[in-house]
């Protein structure tokens, strides 16, 4: 959820909830498609609740934040694998199953889709996990409805006939999740201030400052953290980062002499964050140079310092993706159809289209 409680108060939940979550999902999946005959082993079940508690492992502090800043060109997903190949190595190869269906190479493909795909226990949670803690209810969708559903027809996930009217309403949540939740405008404001605080102590570290933060912090802003440096040693010292050293860190780096930095942390420690404005065109460079100019003459710092309050970029919400790893429905005649093809709402055409909003940010009159 990263920063949404600055949005929505009560979004204070975290991944081991949603972790847990999903894995109990999982656990009523395969009860129902076990009732259904389709044949699941000891082996696999363990595979897939292991694979699905450890889904996320790999986030860091404030969701996606970390993947900006001190951690460059590696995924959470990435460091979720190396989190269960090192475990893997820990319970003598205990996790390979997990880790075959988890990268999505385990030949029982809808076991794979169970953990990774448009309908899986992942989505199945966390939209009624997000929905339920935010209080946003049009993300309120039927998880124990959409499991009922569920089939396997070979090898690959189908929902049947009669839950279509779930899963138009799953998918309509989701759109309405991201653009009131996961993509509000506060929370992604907040989400980029964060992005530019760590952004701006790496390099002031780089350039000789010494700056207090948490042993574990400390390692990341002193390290040029890549894929191919990502060693064991990393990733143990990633293990023992969450929100608390951000949080810390910004507390004391709100009193430190640098004008960008300071700054930065006030705003999100203060809940005064920067003006963010929504437009459904890209943002005119005139806008952006005025409110840039009008910066630098005000606080007499340079063109690169105020990049860091004034700067644009933009979103992407698509609730359903057509050709990938599509939502296919059972029909009473044995054929199936890609859920599009088969639901009477004109709008689901629409949710699979991508909407792409670009905005804009710049300092408040006060600063």
């Excluded at 190595?89 to 990268?103: P, Y």
């Excluded at 509000?184 to 000789?208: C, F, N």
């Excluded at 040029?224 to 780096?253: C, G, P, Q, R």
């Excluded at 790893?325 to 289209?353: E, F, H, P, R, T």
Aim: aromatic share 10%; proline share 2%.
């Amino acid at each position: 959820m990263g920063l949404s409680y600055l949005v929505y108060p009560g979004a204070h939940h975290t991944r081991f909830h949603h972790a847990l979550g999903s894995m109990h999902l999982m656990q009523k999946a395969l009860n129902v498609l076990r009732f259904k005959g389709v044949e699941v082993s000891e082996d696999e079940e363990n595979g897939l609740l292991v694979a699905i508690l450890l889904h996320d492992i790999g986030h860091g502090p404030f969701s996606h934040a970390m993947e900006h800043s001190i951690v460059n060109d590696i995924s959470h997903e990435e460091i979720s694998l190396r989190f269960m190949e090192e475990l893997n190595e820990e319970f003598n190869g205990s996790l390979t199953l997990a880790i075959s269906i988890f990268k999505g190479e385990y030949p029982r493909k809808f076991m794979c889709q169970l953990i990774s795909s448009q309908l899986d226990m992942d989505r199945a949670d966390y939209l009624k996990r997000d929905s339920f803690y935010t209080g946003v209810a049009e993300g309120n969708i039927n998880s124990e409805r959409l499991i009922t559903m569920l089939n396997v027809v070979r090898d690959e996930l189908v929902v049947e006939e009669k839950g279509i009217y779930s899963i138009e309403k799953f998918l309509v949540a989701r759109r309405f999740m991201y653009w009131q939740v996961y993509l509000h405008k506060t929370g992604l404001v907040a989400e980029q201030l964060v992005i530019r605080v760590l952004k701006r102590a790496k390099e002031l570290v780089d350039k000789g400052s010494k700056l207090q933060c948490s042993i574990a912090l400390n390692y990341f802003l002193n390290s040029e953290i890549n894929t191919m440096s990502f060693t064991k040693e990393t990733l143990s010292v990633f293990a023992k980062l969450d929100d608390y050293d951000i949080i810390s860190a910004m507390k004391d780096w709100q009193h430190h002499n640098d004008f960008v930095l300071s700054n930065l942390c006030e705003m999100i420690i203060n809940r005064d964050l920067l003006k963010i404005k929504l437009k459904n065109k890209p943002i005119d460079a005139i806008a952006l140079n005025e409110h840039c100019k009008a910066l630098i003459e005000k606080y007499n710092i340079t063109k690169q310092e105020a990049d860091y309050f004034v700067f644009t970029g933009e979103i992407t919400n698509q609730a359903y993706q057509i050709k990938k790893q599509n939502i296919n429905i059972l029909l009473k005649s044995g054929k199936i159809k890609d859920i599009v093809k088969v639901s009477d709402q004109l709008n689901l055409k629409a949710l699979s289209k991508p909407v792409t909003k670009y905005y804009i940010c710049y300092p408040k009159k006060k600063m």
